[in-house]
DNA sequence: GACATTAGTGACTTTTTGTTACTAATTCGC
DNA sequence: GCGAATTAGTAACAAAAAGTCACTAATGTC
């Protein structure tokens, strides 16, 4: 007979402190860019990502809403959880432990309040340690689950072109796509619609701009991928 | 310009209470099933999970460890943290925020103890709601990553017949492969490599014996994957 | 109007996957 | 011992998907 510990089920839970962490992802000049928030005088480090405690009765998804709409005037539509961080790396709050958040947002031009700025992410500057490991598992992520759910979508706007949204793809899988596969694959989909809309960007042929309107499709019944692994 | 509101970065941080519940998954029965807990004696609901509250300056996937050793007299070797909830619903202790984890044990064949019980993730009894929640994520988490992460692998012993790894990925993914295809991709992966050993099963031919040992392979060069959309 | 530039597609090639049908090695019933 | 049943493993072909190239289309620039 194997020895067996007394079960844990009786003990009481203990207090701990809680942040809630929020990577807030955009395009930005042609690479993915992170919004951080300058630290108060003091802080060891001069950026932070934005953060706070979830508030009593409020959910982890709240919470990262309700941060990411005081840094950026208004909320995501988008977000995914990332995890929770709870090794012995430093947090800006001195959190036990944290809960990453990614915050999808589409590029817009305007300029950032002087509180916050947009780093790219091969960029960054010096975080706290738990809130580097935050943002590369963020990218992680990202790049992980864009074939999983719409991802990319989120990161551009309500209309855009088909060589937007190929842009946005060969941003987060870092490398560059065939046209012409690219948009075979897409139209097997049935994730994009057409609107009656073109859009000029200067110089070139107008593209039509598409929508994110996902239809029923034939479920996919493909064998196993074992080329996947990220290890 | 549009209206900011004032920044968290200057909150202070809460204390919340926090457990880490543990959905200890293996094959039972040609079934995926997940090890519960009997729970004490005027508790609402009869079976829990494993949980406890981590111990100061002890890690989430210490905790997850020390909780399952505790149920399965051995720490399991895998573990995957499945997120973190704090919605509304009501954990057994009453914990703020559950870490949920899975971890992944081969299949064995001896009992569990008196305490424990393992159920088939389609057979689980009444589960506190937030417990629920979790098992359940579990689950579309394993299926969801089960080509990306060596999952499948975790769910057997260390070495293992080729029927019966598609044996597993056909209960992760909940449909029947093509023996042919399986072995081809299989094959092109360099994910295991032959032992000398054969397994003899009583009836039929035996098979060879295979353990996992990922070899470096040339970078997977693919295109997008629209189909894979899970919503 | 020629040309540079971006959008979009047709058609061909190559690769991957699905499928069928076979061969191989074992146990069981007789 | 021998044929049927059972499970393992594979060759070969068919179908589908993905990669590629080369083109046509619509705009702005000079």
Redesign the pocket.
Known sequence: MRERHSLPMKSAVRRTTLAVDVVVLSPRDDALAALLVRAPAGARERWTLPWDAPRPDEGLEDAASRIAESVLGSAPAFFEQVGAFSDGKRHPGDADVSVGIVALVPARDDTPTPETEWFPLTALPTLAPRHRTIVERAAAVARQRVDQSPLAFRLLPSTF????LQGVYELLLGRP?????F???LQ?SYLVEPTDE?H?????????LFRFAPRKRRGA???V?F?LFTE
Chains 1, 2 share one sequence.
């Open positions: 072109t088909l060589s937007d796509l065939h046209k012409a596969s948009r075979r694959a097997a073109w000029s960007e200067g110089r070139g042929r107008p593209a039509q019944r493909r064998g991928r080329d």
